[in-house]
């Protein structure tokens, strides 16, 4: 597959550099405007870190987060609301409506059309900070941070370009991000792994290199009515852990040491449940002998809740894990002083304010 990676980065560095060549433009927007991406094909982490983007703005800024929309079945520009569906939308822009309901979510595969109905529709102006999703490659916007997410378990710096590897564009890539965070680390990574990977990963002066852990909540019923600790579960309980994501690797990992019985029940990457696979699930999980417990995550919750023909046996034992993110080392409050410092900076009532100072100087 090497000769077809050539010709696909050959493809990527031209279009790269028809952008910094401004044959091809990026737009600038007066609201600060965050973008959370990867270079690589699968699941890095995005969704977990928006969430935390939300939570540390949206007490002071009105906060949006916009979105291609992957998967979804409506076309252009659409608004969430409290009546749209999953199909509306896409799993991870509705699963992150559903968490937090006093946010704006948008979706539309044109970033810079859907900044510009954020910022002047009727409904969303009063928009202080836009959150794009998965907008690394997304190069018409020119967003004042750019944070490059890069998976632990798959370092860039040993993939290779599509369709041999993983990676969407070459390695050097990366010189665009601001911030570089590498995910799904190991919660007892050691100073010696710091060091290795911060040298391995050769950023500029100008670049901050964070490192991030998956931590859990407690176990949600998506169909019952009681909640469950992770301590909860006993050693000899039998786990179905289904999972429609990119890399489950890290939560069979850490669900381990709750549970010495765990099977894997694994689905592409935001797949939609299909009547073969619900029944697949069904035979799964009644083959399971007692305890036995099924665990899913928030983001196939959403396509999981709304499909039918799921058994009283499964509906009664599935429950959803949910994730937070942890930055290690020490450096959650220079993440947080930074992201805060840029959007103050940068705020419309700011930008306003220096241009009046400016005028009247």
């Not at 409904?123 to 632990?152: C, M, S």
């Not at 050691?190 to 909540?217: D, G, S, W």
């Not at 696979?277 to 799964?284: F, H, L, S, T």
């Not at 599935?318 to 993110?325: G, K």
Request: glycine share 4%; hydrophobic share 35%; aromatic share 8%.
């Amino acid at each position: 597959m090497l000769p077809l990676s050539w010709l696909y980065g050959l493809g990527v560095a031209i279009r790269n550099e028809l952008f910094e060549m401004g044959l091809l433009k990026s737009r600038a927007f007066n609201i600060p405007v965050i973008s959370v991406g990867n270079i690589t094909v699968g699941g890095s982490g995005k969704t977990p870190h928006v969430e935390y983007l939300i939570r540390l703005l949206q007490d002071s800024f009105k906060v949006a987060v916009l979105s291609r929309g992957y998967k979804r079945k409506s076309k252009g520009y659409q608004l969430a609301s409290k009546t749209s569906k999953m199909s509306d939308l896409g799993d991870e822009p509705y699963q992150m409506k559903q968490k937090f309901s006093n946010i704006y979510v948008a979706v539309d595969r044109d970033r810079c059309n859907g900044i510009e109905r954020l910022t002047t529709d009727q409904a969303t102006n009063d928009v202080e900070v836009i959150l794009l999703d998965d907008a690394y490659q997304h190069r018409y916007v020119k967003p004042g941070i750019n944070i490059l997410l890069v998976d632990y378990h798959r370092l860039i710096i040993y993939d290779k370009l599509l369709p041999a590897g993983r990676l969407r564009e070459p390695i050097s890539g990366k010189t665009r991000a601001n911030m570089v965070i590498i995910t799904k680390c190991p919660r007892d990574l050691k100073p010696m792994e710091f060091r290795v990977l911060t040298k391995a990963l050769n950023l500029y002066t100008f670049q901050h290199l964070f490192f991030t852990t998956i931590t859990y909540e407690n176990l949600q019923p998506l169909f019952a009515k009681r909640s469950k600790t992770l301590n909860s579960i006993n050693k000899n309980d039998n786990i179905l852990l289904l999972t429609g994501i990119a890399s489950p690797k890290q939560m069979l990992v850490d669900l381990a040491p709750y549970s010495k019985n765990i099977t894997s029940m694994n689905f592409p990457d935001h797949h939609f449940f299909t009547p073969k696979d619900v029944e697949a699930i069904n035979k799964r999980f009644s083959e399971l002998p007692e305890p036995k417990l099924l665990i899913t995550t928030e983001k196939d919750a959403t396509r999981l809740k709304s499909i039918k023909g799921l058994s009283k046996e499964v509906r009664k034992a599935l429950y959803v894990l949910p994730i937070r993110i942890r930055f290690l080392i020490g450096k959650e409050k220079m993440f947080n002083d930074k992201i805060l410092s840029y959007v103050q900076k940068n705020s419309r009532n700011s930008i306003l304010a220096q241009r009046e100072d400016d005028h009247q100087s």
